[in-house]
């Protein structure tokens, strides 16, 4: 993969803060320049991230990294500021690209303290993308921090009347697993140093690391926590409804569509390959809890009076099933729960977006307030049942694909998590389909709804994007698919699963001078 000594991680991750100190100059009363310039810059920052995605030949670099930088940092300690990507980390990349530009044209007039709303927005994407592309460690873990600062903000400041709760409960658990997982970080390192004599945060050197069970067992369980926090798993979710339903819009959509995605990706870049022995023997346990969160997000959401209380239990189902995915354990199930990250950042994001525009004009989410809404406003009608039915898994549509690679893939290895998981499917139907009936269907029941508009053109473009990929992923999965099997490959290597035929970096230098390919 050329690319011409164009640094084009750095690039990805730093443009949005340069854009960001842009801004700030810009005069405050000047919206519509504030609006332009931010959208203006997440279309470069989309195209970009567009041509290291299609430049990508998986089949060239065997499951390894490519857009490697690499500068010393801290030299005595082997910390280097290292970059690079491969088919998992460039997919989340290239997600994170789309969902800023959208939710800065989905930002309304009625916004208020905008500039401030702006610079919050993209230093959380320069944070997000630091995570999916760091392969240091402790660059890791800077970027994992950061991201927590502007989504404090973005709900704390622009959220509803509970902000300041929500926010805190936010922090507080997500801090809390954080530091534990710091304390890992640094007795991996120390651990490398006792092994080699050189001291390295490299993760491309510490799959090389041979530790003992007991070891591998305290290391994996402070990062797990960490990850199982942000994903979350059942029992760690109870912040994630909070901060949903009192995030901003753009807050909402951020944090199903990409945020919590990096505790998904913790677990497959760093959890388990790094602790393959552990990972394999709590496997029983991590499906049980993916499958209890599954059908539990799906029966709390059920009950929820609140339509954006429904969505945010809804991706704690969702993300069950790529917990399921992750310890089944095979390519199959593997490829379905990465594509289900990004068809859930898409459809999940797609809900929070349509959620917020009726909020707009009703300044209400409860499903009852509604009813026979969609003759009054058919676009909005039409684009919330196609996303609905995406969310669903309707075949033809990118939900599809992924929810049946996780539970063919589990059914395989496990086949009671399959039929257990699959009810997901059935319950999910069940309470999306019973809101679009509340909300869209019957008599109009409540007259103020009568005076409702329909979606404006700007509200139409925000949904377009997505509507676009709900049917390009479900009818042509292929190329995604085959752009992740080599990195999901070399990944069920380092766990030494059976029959998975084995796939190296090609021509990685690795810090401790080695090279492996």
């Avoid at 004599?197 to 510490?206: I, T």
């Avoid at 354990?329 to 959620?355: E, I, K, P, R």
């Avoid at 039409?382 to 929810?403: C, D, M, Q, V, W």
């Avoid at 679009?436 to 409540?446: A, D, E, H, L, T």
Wanted: aromatic letters at 14%.
């Amino acid at each position: 993969m050329e690319v011409a000594g164009f640094p084009c991680l750095s690039f990805l991750i730093f443009f949005p803060v340069v854009l960001a100190a842009a801004l700030i100059v810009v005069p405050g009363s000047s919206k519509g320049t504030l609006k332009t310039l931010a959208f203006l810059g997440g279309l470069v920052e989309l195209s970009v991230a567009a041509w290291a995605f299609c430049a990508y030949d998986s089949s060239s670099v065997r499951g390894g990294f490519v857009l490697l930088e690499s500068l010393d940092w801290m030299p005595a300690l082997g910390i280097r500021y290292q970059l690079g990507a491969d088919g998992i980390s460039l997919f989340l990349i290239l997600l994170t690209a789309l969902l800023f530009p959208l939710c800065v044209l989905s930002l309304g007039d009625s916004v208020q303290r905008l500039k401030p709303l702006l610079v919050c927005l993209l230093f959380e994407q320069a944070a997000i993308t630091g995570t999916f592309a760091s392969l240091d460690m402790f660059l890791f873990y800077v970027f994992w921090d950061a991201v927590l600062v502007p989504m404090y903000f973005i709900i704390g400041i622009w959220g509803g009347e509970r902000r300041v709760y929500a926010s805190m409960k936010f922090f507080a658990y997500t801090m809390l697993g954080s530091v534990l997982m710091l304390l890992a970080i640094f007795y991996s390192g120390y651990t490398y140093h006792a092994q080699t004599g050189v001291w390295s945060f490299s993760v491309l050197d510490w799959y090389q690391l041979d530790m003992a069970f007991a070891t591998q067992a305290v290391l994996f369980s402070a990062f797990a926590l960490a990850f199982a926090i942000k994903v979350p798993i059942f029992p760690f979710h109870t912040w994630l409804p909070d901060a949903h339903v009192e995030a901003p819009t753009v807050g909402s959509v951020i944090l199903a569509g990409v945020l919590l995605k990096m505790g998904t990706y913790g677990f497959l870049r760093f959890a388990i390959p790094l602790f393959p022995d552990v990972a394999r023997e709590v496997a029983p346990w991590m499906l049980g809890l993916g499958v209890v969160g599954v059908v539990y997000g799906a029966l709390v959401a059920m009950v929820q009076p609140d339509v954006k209380k429904l969505v945010a239990y809804s991706s704690v189902s969702h993300l069950g099933f790529v917990i399921v995915g992750l310890f089944s354990f095979n390519l199959l199930a593997y490829q379905g729960s990465m594509l289900q990250m990004v068809n859930h950042g898409l459809s999940t994001g797609g809900l929070f977006f349509l959620v917020g525009m009726i909020y707009e004009r009703r300044h209400t989410r409860l499903l009852d307030e509604f009813g026979g809404i969609g003759s009054l406003m058919p676009k909005y009608a039409t684009l919330f049942l196609i996303t609905t039915l995406s969310s669903i898994g309707l075949p033809a549509l990118n939900g599809f694909i992924g929810e049946w690679n996780i539970l063919l893939g589990s059914f395989l290895n496990q086949p009671i998590v399959g039929v257990l998981a699959g009810t997901g499917v059935v319950l999910g139907a069940w309470y999306l389909l019973q809101a679009v009936q509340k909300v869209f269907y019957g008599p109009i029941r409540n007259e103020a709804n009568r005076a409702l508009r329909d979606l404006s053109f700007r509200e139409v473009a925000v949904m377009a994007p997505l509507v676009a990929l709900f049917v390009w992923i479900g009818l042509f999965p292929a190329p995604f698919l085959g752009r992740l099997e080599p990195s999901l490959s070399r990944i069920l290597e380092e766990v030494n699963v059976p029959g998975v035929k084995p796939y190296r970096p090609a021509g990685i230098v690795a810090h401790n001078g080695s090279r492996e390919g």
